[in-house]
């Protein structure tokens, strides 16, 4: 698996490479506050994304992305050395960081991770942002609204085959973003989780799914204490939200940040906003 990876990775940059200026080359790594005391591997940011278009498709904003811009901040992201995870790889590294008992906010991890996320299911994601992944060697996880996938509601869906399609590659896998995309209201925890179950119950029934962790994006981010109670004790070992922040040592596996990723970004701007959100992580309460 390790030289399967390692293969990708070298494929990935064949595909990336570009020339580099001297005036980037010459250019000083990004720093708001030089006397910091963490680093890149001290932290792992978690980007969101929603939907992709094609330029003239549609305007971009903040949920809309134009699908050359994602191409360029994959690119980016594989050519400034960050090793994109998985939720599965993602689980295994938060497992060894609590088992060593480590304290403070300071990962100290042996690389720079990054773990792409994307709500909702929709039909540009197979369309668009599907072949990129494979292209680029690139694992990403989807968070999909399953009642509207089965019954092609709202804004266009990718369909279960085209799901499965995707899910059975080492790049996608999908995951549940509840049923029907109600955010939790506290005394109403029990509606919240008969959606969650039957989310998990058609993501079960429609995919071929092999033995992975079980995760969560809650709808618009919100959550209670009860609803993350209820969804670790169903298994939940990842649950995101979209508060803005990085995972550090401190994060609560039932209160992962997310930065959310919109139109005219590229993929330098992408990581100024990582390091900009990352200062704000550190220096905020207590521990470093």
Known sequence: MKRKQILAAALALLFCATPVSAEAANQKAYQPNAQRSF??????PVLMYHHFVQRGAEKGNSIVLFVDELEEQLCYFIQQGYHIISLEELDEILKKQEQAGKRGKKMGLPEKYICLTIDDGYYSNYELGFPLFEKYHTPVSIFAITDMVTKQTGLRKFTWEQANEMDQTDYVKIYSHTSNHKPVEAG?????????????KALTEFLDRKDRVKAISYPNGIYTPLSQQELKKDGYVLQFTVENSVITNETERERIPRITVGSGMKGKDVEKQIKTTAQKAFCAGKGA
């Open 188 to 200: 109403r925890e029990k509606e919240f989780m008969f959606s969650v179950r039957e989310s998990e």
């Open 39 to 44: 680093t890149e591997k001290d932290y792992i």
